[in-house]
């Protein structure tokens, strides 16, 4: 939290970083933070596959890998 502003009886909080509709964006607007955890999420999940490689069909591993991609 960066400062609280007070308007009367209310305060408002400023925050360096907020999070809406799925999108980090930060005070100077970089996407710093929005693209570290999108590439956080995709390895992951990448890890995730990885692991459930021998279970399932090559096919079944194609059509997760491209919705992953997709998505």
């Given at each position: 939290?960066?400062?609280?502003?007070?308007?009367?009886?209310?305060?408002?909080?400023?925050?360096?970083?907020?999070?809406?509709?799925?999108?980090?964006?930060e005070?100077?607007?970089?996407?710093?933070?929005?693209?570290?955890?999108?590439?956080?999420?995709?390895?992951?999940?990448?890890?995730?596959?990885?692991?459930?490689?021998?279970?399932?069909?090559?096919?079944?591993?194609?059509?997760?890998?491209?919705?992953?991609?997709?998505?």
């Amino acid at each position: 939290m960066l400062h609280v502003i007070h308007f009367g009886s209310s305060s408002v909080h400023l925050f360096s970083v907020i999070r809406n509709l799925g999108v980090w964006i930060e005070c100077g607007l970089t996407l710093l933070m929005h693209i570290t955890k999108v590439v956080s999420r995709c390895f992951a999940t990448l890890r995730q596959l990885l692991s459930i490689q021998r279970s399932v069909s090559h096919e079944s591993l194609t059509v997760l890998t491209v919705a992953l991609l997709l998505t």
